[in-house]
């Protein structure tokens, strides 16, 4: 079966930085169309960043512009968002969405997520 795990949260103090993981099991990452959303508490999920389908460039959210990359690596099947400069704001659960090529079908999967608090 098909799953992203995802790995790299933690925490961390404002203006620092950590880079998120999610790596595909089970079936071929494609990196066009991969994206990261994050939930805050009481707040709806939001997309942070991605590829879009066609791979041209990266789309990112107003509020991480300028700190947060997105990328990935087809060899490895896994995903990343590197995220710099870091702010109490950015405190939220991340999960990445990724299309997973198994069987001949590519499907959209979701990452378990992962805890990002940034606190002094």
């Known amino acids: 079966q098909v799953q992203l795990v995802e790995s790299g949260g933690g925490l961390v103090q404002p203006g620092g930085s950590l880079r998120l993981s999610c790596a595909a099991s089970?079936?071929?990452?494609?990196?066009?169309?991969i994206g990261w959303y994050r939930q805050a508490p009481g707040k709806q999920r939001e997309l942070v960043a991605a590829?879009?389908?066609?791979?041209?460039?990266?789309n990112y959210a107003d509020s991480v512009k300028g700190r947060f990359t997105i990328s990935g690596d087809r060899v490895k099947h896994t995903m990343y968002l590197q995220m710099n400069s870091l702010k109490p704001e950015d405190t939220a659960v991340y999960y990445c969405?990724?299309?997973?090529?198994?069987?001949?079908?590519?499907?959209?999967?979701w990452g378990q997520g992962t805890q990002v608090t940034v606190s002094s």
């Open positions: 089970g079936g071929i990452l494609n990196i066009n169309g």
């Open positions: 969405n990724a299309p997973v090529l198994r069987n001949g079908v590519a499907q959209f999967y």
């Open positions: 590829i879009p389908p066609r791979g041209l460039g990266a």
